[in-house]
DNA sequence: ATGGGTGCAAATGCTTTGCAAGTAC
DNA sequence: GTACTTGCAAAGCATTTGCACCCAT
């Protein structure tokens, strides 16, 4: 926790940006309780807590999270936009299930070492990947 | 090309929905030129083939075509969605370049291994799955 | 003191929808 | 004839931005 907020005020003052109290709470909040997390979300637990900052504030510092490392954006194919902690978390993969919404993680050296072969054969060079695979999960099975 | 307007055409009528010329003409349109395409290119190309249909009914007959499972729904990380033709073509992932935008597409049976390895392991029960690689092209790395 | 930051409300941009008129079956 | 369709313009929604005031450094 702590080192979180060392590693973002780190970045912010390395970029002449300022680490303001608004900044803070945000981080803190999203480092409290969420694996994944949307915008909508976190602005309502921040409401819940009586933190009160606005939407506008939270996009900005979000973008500001993912450009120095500590978030990662997650598309599930909705129309909103998911973030997940990369601090502290081995990079995974996702399973979401159509049912209900339910978002299982696993992680798999294989994929990396996948990439690795594709990249190569492709002359490309790779900064992330996403892989989800989409189905239904074993209640929504039934 | 013919066959995929017999699919579309058994497809709408099994749900009691109309053939129209406008479903036709998009449809046409779709599986003319493009790999992948966005619904404002796609407008572009009958706009300037003096075909005149309404934006509306271009995504409503996209969305017709991606249930039928003419086409599949891509997403690069971008505001607007990125469709694809299923049709004719193997399943395949994609490198994403982020320096031009270009699009590599990649395929390999491992992936599909893959996935149902993870998926017994969850017992997740697969509808599809998504795995991109964003990075840059040989182009842009220079 | 000052350049970056904040909240608000308005703007954006893609996509969806309500409605009146048209048309495939 | 009667659903289903279309085009248009308006509405939706998540996200971004312009601006006047504020504050971390």
Redesign the interface.
Known sequence: MNEVEEKFKEFIQSKGLKFTPERRLILNQVFENHGHFEVEELLFEMRKNKIRVSKATIYRTIALLVKCGLLR?V?F?EKHTHYEHVYGHEHHEH?V??GCGKI?E?S?H??EK??DE??V??????????????????DC?K
């Open positions: 954006e598309i194919g399973l299930c159509i299982i696993f798999d294989k994929i996948f990439q594709v990249c054969k492709n002359k490309f060079k790779p900064e992330t990947h996403r892989f989800q695979i989409m189905g239904y999960c074993e099975v």
